[in-house]
């Protein structure tokens, strides 16, 4: 009786180490998502309009100075789905 207790209990240990380890991996995740989350809504706010070009290089701490160079970098924001939900 007390090998079953052991088997079944050394079973767990691992379950229990990976259960852990996925967890501390989606933690980072969602830090790098909220990230990408606020460059994308800076340059969507650019590209309404809403903001203008100093404030956004300035937002995103860009070392970069022109329309164009922003413009090159907002691009690839354009596409990306929204990932907040």
Known sequence: MYK???KRGIFYIPLIIFIWGCSKTSMT???SVSETQRQREVCLDWY???IDTKK???DLNLKIETESELMA???FFK???DTKK
């Open 4 to 6: 079953q207790k052991m």
């Open 29 to 31: 995740d969602s830090i």
């Open 48 to 50: 309404g309009y809403r």
């Open 56 to 58: 956004a290089i300035s």
């Open 73 to 75: 970098y907002c691009d």
């Open 79 to 81: 596409n990306v789905a």
